[in-house]
C-alpha cells in the first residue's frame, strides 16, 4: 500500500489497496451470540442468513462456528435459529 | 463524408465513431432518438459495443459507472427531467473518477410541461463536477464527442463530460455533417487505459469510506484536475484542427471581438445567430462580437477576463432561468470577469427558453442594447427577459 502523504499522492480514482479482512469488527459488538451445540440441528439457517459471513462451516455435517473477529453482534442468528441454538449476551466488557 | 442529419444522429455517429464500448439510455424527448439510432446500429452491427437496456436514467448512469470501472468506454444520452433523475449518479460519477461521456439534448424542466429546448437542466447540474461543453451546430455535436473522450479519459484528468447540444433546435434540425472515417478517429483517440481498474485476479475495493481526515484531498484533488482539464482541452482542439481541419476555440471563443465596443456571450446554438447578426451589423459600422463559451466547466476564468481589457460594456445570453440572481451562465461569467479591481459593465438577457424562438431580430435587440448602454455608461436593468408579455408592448 503507497504512503500518503498529500493529496497528489491519491491514487486516480478513490480505492483501497488492502482487503477489509484487516477490518476487525468484532470490536463493534455490544452483544455477543453464544452457542448451544446440544440444540442445534445443523440446519445452517443461521449460516445463510448471516450479513456478514461470520457463521463459518467448514463442512458439511459440522457445526456452525461463529467468527468472533468479524461478528457485529447484531442478533440475526439467533433471532432466526428454529431451535434456540444461539443466545444473545451481553458483552463481558473488560 | 458528408451526410445530411441531425444533431441527435451525429451524436450517435459521434459514439459510434468513439467505439464506445458500453451504453446503456432510457428514451426521452428530444434525446430519444440518439439511443433509437445507438441500438440500430447495435442490432446492424455496426456499432463495437453492447447496448444494454435500463429502466431509468438512474441505472443507466450507474450502469456506465460500473462499466467504465472494468475499463470500458461508456456513452448515454438524455434530457431534463432524465438528466434530473441521474442526479445523484452524476456525483458518484465524478468521485469515482469515471471519463464517461453523456450528451445532453437540452430541455426544459417541468412543470409546466415543456419539451422543448432551454438550458435549465444542464445548468442546473454544472455543480456536479462534470465537465460541460455547449455545442453551436450538428457538427461540433459530433466532434465534441470525439474529443471529449479524449479530454475526459486522460490521466490527468479524469473526470466525466457532458455534451450540450439544444433541444430540437439542434437535435431535430437537419444539417451537413462531416462524419471522419474510422481510421482517423482511431488514430486521434487511443483505447481507454486506466491507471486502475476492477480486475479480478488483482482485487481491491473502490469508491469505500473515506473519513473526514483526508475528505478535503480528495475534493482538492478533483478541484485541482478539473483547472488541469483546461490546458488538456485547448491542446485536444488545436490536434483535432491539425487532424480534421476543424476547431472550435479551446474553451472560449472570440469573435468579432478585436475591436469590438460592445460583446454578447453565449452558449449553445444561439451562437450562430450571434455570429451572423454581429457580422451583418458590422457591415452597418456597428462594432459588436461575440464570446462563445464552449466550456462552461472547467469554467474558464483566465480567458473570460481578457475581456476587462477588450470591452468596457458585456452582454450575457441565459436561454434558461435558474432561479438566482440572473441566469447561470450570467453569474458564471461575472464569477469570471470580475477581479477585485472591477470588471465591464454587464447585464443578463434571459430568452429563447422553453422552445420560443430568439430570432436574429431579437438578437439585434440585443446588441443595440448594449450600445445604448455603452453610450450611457451604465446599466439601467441589470436583467432583462426577451421576448416578454410584460405589458410595454415592445416585443408583440
Not at chain 2, 456525483?91 to 473518477?97: E, M
Not at chain 2, 434558461?320 to 451562465?329: E, R, V
Request: aromatic content about 10%; hydrophobic content about 40%; proline content about 5%.
Amino acid at each position: 500500500m503507497p504512503i500518503l502523504e498529500t493529496y497528489k499522492d491519491l491514487p486516480s480514482t478513490p480505492v483501497t489497496f488492502y482487503s477489509t479482512e484487516s477490518n476487525k469488527t468484532g470490536t463493534w459488538r455490544t452483544v455477543r451470540p453464544t452457542f448451544n451445540e446440544s440444540k442445534c440441528t445443523r440446519c445452517y439457517i443461521c449460516w445463510k442468513y448471516c450479513p456478514d459471513l461470520s457463521v463459518e462451516v467448514a463442512n458439511e455435517g459440522d457445526f456452525p462456528k461463529i467468527d468472533y473477529d468479524y461478528c457485529k453482534g447484531c442478533g440475526i442468528c439467533a433471532n432466526e435459529c428454529p431451535s434456540e441454538a444461539i443466545v444473545m449476551e451481553k458483552e463481558a466488557h473488560k | 463524408m458528408i451526410e445530411v442529419m441531425t444533431s441527435n444522429y451525429a451524436a450517435a455517429h459521434g459514439a459510434r465513431l468513439a467505439k464506445v464500448e458500453v451504453i446503456a439510455a432510457y428514451p426521452i424527448t428530444p434525446q430519444s432518438s440518439i439511443s433509437e439510432k445507438l441500438a440500430e446500429m447495435s442490432v446492424k452491427g455496426e456499432l463495437h459495443g453492447q447496448y444494454i437496456l435500463v429502466e431509468s436514467e438512474h441505472s443507466a448512469m450507474s450502469l456506465l459507472i460500473g462499466a467504465s470501472y472494468v475499463g470500458a468506454r461508456t456513452f448515454t444520452a438524455t434530457s431534463s427531467q432524465g438528466l434530473a433523475l441521474m442526479h445523484e449518479m452524476l456525483y458518484w460519477a465524478t468521485g469515482a473518477r469515471r471519463p464517461i461521456v453523456m450528451i445532453v439534448a437540452s430541455r426544459a424542466m417541468a412543470p409546466p410541461w415543456n419539451i422543448w429546448g432551454d438550458q435549465m437542466d444542464v445548468i442546473g447540474e454544472r455543480d456536479t463536477g462534470w465537465m460541460q461543453f455547449f455545442c453551436e451546430n450538428n457538427q461540433e455535436t459530433l466532434d465534441t464527442i470525439i474529443m471529449s473522450y479524449k479530454i475526459a479519459e486522460d490521466r490527468s484528468v479524469m473526470l466525466p463530460a457532458m455534451v450540450v447540444e439544444d433541444g430540437f433546435i439542434l437535435s431535430h434540425t437537419f444539417e451537413a455533417v462531416d462524419l471522419p472515417n474510422q481510421d482517423d478517429v482511431d488514430d486521434f483517440l487511443p483505447k481507454f487505459n486506466p491507471e486502475l481498474k476492477i480486475d479480478f485476479n488483482d482485487p481491491r475495493r473502490f469508491g469505500g469510506l473515506v473519513m473526514p481526515d483526508w475528505w478535503s484531498e480528495f475534493r482538492y484533488r478533483i478541484a485541482q484536475d478539473m483547472e488541469g482539464a483546461k490546458k488538456k482541452i485547448v491542446e485536444v482542439d488545436k490536434e483535432f484542427g491539425k487532424k480534421f481541419g476543424r476547431t472550435y476555440g479551446g474553451l472560449v471563443e472570440f469573435y468579432n471581438c478585436d475591436d469590438a465596443d460592445v460583446v454578447l456571450a453565449l452558449a449553445g446554438s444561439a451562437v450562430g445567430t450571434a455570429k451572423d447578426v454581429s457580422d451583418k451589423m458590422r457591415e452597418r459600422g456597428k462594432k459588436v462580437g461575440v464570446v462563445k463559451i464552449k466550456a462552461l466547466r472547467p469554467l474558464p476564468a483566465e480567458e473570460l477576463r481578457k475581456l476587462n481589457d477588450m470591452v468596457p460594456v458585456v452582454g450575457v445570453f441565459d436561454r434558461s432561468f435558474n432561479f438566482g440572481h440572473g441566469g447561470g451562465i450570467f453569474s458564471e461569467m461575472r464569477n469570471g470577469i470580475y477581479t477585485p479591481d472591477g470588471g465591464p459593465l454587464i447585464k443578463n438577457y434571459v430568452g429563447g427558453m422553453g422552445g420560443r424562438d430568439f430570432t436574429p431580430k431579437h438578437m439585434e435587440w440585443v446588441f443595440e442594447d448594449l450600445l445604448r448602454i455603452k453610450k450611457e455608461g451604465k446599466v439601467d436593468r441589470m436583467i432583462e427577459w426577451i421576448p416578454l408579455r410584460d405589458g410595454t408592448g415592445r416585443w408583440y
